[in-house]
């Protein structure tokens, strides 16, 4: 019941910030297995030359991991061409357990209604889910309009993760991905760790009753070094929050309301207690590896100067979690679990779409996306 009862606390938030509506149902859960599977690593074109050292290296990573993998070097500027690659490569005999994207490639865009007016957002559900249906009414807008059962379901059968600074316009480019792959061999090999711990940071509107607050704490089962800070007993402000960027948490989890490129911290995100923004991000010297951002529409990677593209080409970061549009993560033991059993993050994200109540059908849901290395573990 509790869970139902945070979901209609969140709902509340919502409709009273942006004024949607949510369904829900309920689904099953689905089960995966450990064993390392088949990865296809994507690179655009125009970078494969200048990246090869670095590719080279992180293909060599992922076979030390386990896995089998193939790299492509892509071209096609169509998220179309891109989904029906994966489809295939997914009915071969070897099967196709997900794929890194490195580079700006395609992305399918998605209309909603959001009581006020169309909005748009970068859906990465498209490229996983492979069996369900995607419904563009309009198909002179190349925006989809719905998701279907079709002839499979709606859930994803394979993850991705995006690794592609060039969003952004205040870092130069073949550096960030220079430097991101420097930081991720260095994590792999151990040169790279943090103590093991978590901050969790809590803002107003998500943490309007201790109730609440310890049923999000219930839910960060990764970690069990938590440092929780929320109100009532701590003071929750952008200066505060940009302070604890330079603390040496492993994995930074944050609720609070957020435009692309900013954080606006107070309650009903009116920023009263302060801003922080992607250019914070790139000032201060953040330390964790890793977040998860409850916060709307900051992992929108199509959108110039978003956070999550920010926070990933941040000093040290090697993943982000968040919304492409209005949401984040609810139920969030369905990715921790996993996360803390040892499974990599594009599969912990891919199980947390199966979770009974929050998965592809939710429309706060449909956004969610991994920026960064999807083949990471939290114990490498
Ligand atoms: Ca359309
Ligand atoms: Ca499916
Ligand atoms: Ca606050």
Not at 24 to 43: Q, S
Not at 207 to 222: F, K, N, P, R
Not at 283 to 307: G, K
Not at 344 to 367: A, K, T
Request: proline share 4%.
């Amino acid at each position: 019941m509790k869970k139902i009862t945070k979901y209609f606390i969140i709902v509340i938030i919502c409709v009273a910030f942006i004024g949607v509506t949510i369904p829900f149902t309920l689904i099953g859960f689905k089960r995966t297995t450990n064993t390392p599977g088949h990865v296809r690593i994507y690179v655009n074109s125009t970078i494969y030359n200048s990246l090869s050292t670095e590719i080279s290296q992180y293909y060599q990573d992922v076979i030390d991991q386990g896995y089998s993998l193939e790299t492509v070097n892509w071209s096609i500027n169509n998220v179309t061409a891109l989904r029906n690659d994966l489809i295939n490569a997914s009915n071969q005999p070897q099967g196709l357990e997900g794929a890194v994207l490195i580079g700006d490639l395609p992305s399918a865009m998605m209309q909603y209604y959001d009581g006020f007016s169309f909005k748009n957002y970068p859906i990465d559900l498209y490229l996983t889910d492979l069996d369900g249906e995607w419904v563009d009414i309009d198909p002179s807008d190349d925006l989809f309009d719905a998701h279907n059962v079709g002839t499979g379901d709606i859930y994803p059968e394979i993850w991705i993760g995006r690794i592609c600074p060039e969003s952004l316009n205040n870092t130069g480019h073949l550096t960030a991905y220079q430097n991101y792959f420097a930081r991720n061999h260095d994590y792999r090999t151990g040169q790279l760790s943090r103590p093991h711990s978590q901050l969790v940071y809590i803002d107003d509107d998500w943490a309007t009753t201790q109730q609440l607050v310890d049923e999000w704490l219930g839910d960060m089962t990764a970690y069990n070094n938590l440092t929780n800070v929320s109100i009532p007993t701590t003071t929750t402000t952008a200066a505060d929050y940009k302070n604890r960027l330079t603390h040496a948490y492993e994995f930074v989890h944050i609720f609070v309301h957020s435009w692309p490129y900013e954080h606006l911290f107070g309650p009903t995100g009116d920023g009263t207690e302060g801003k922080v923004t992607y250019n914070d991000i790139l000032n201060i010297d953040t330390q964790a590896l890793f977040y998860n951002l409850f916060a709307c529409s900051a992992a929108n990677f199509e959108y110039r100067n978003n956070l999550g593209t920010q926070y990933l080409f941040s000093n040290n970061t090697l993943a982000v979690v968040g919304s492409s549009k209005i949401g984040g993560m609810t139920m969030n033991s369905y990715f921790y679990t996993p996360l803390s059993q040892g499974k990599i993050f594009g599969e912990s994200m891919r199980l947390w779409y199966w979770n009974p109540l929050h998965g592809p059908s939710d429309p706060d849901s449909m956004g969610m996306t991994l920026l960064g290395d999807p083949l990471l573990t939290i114990l490498m």
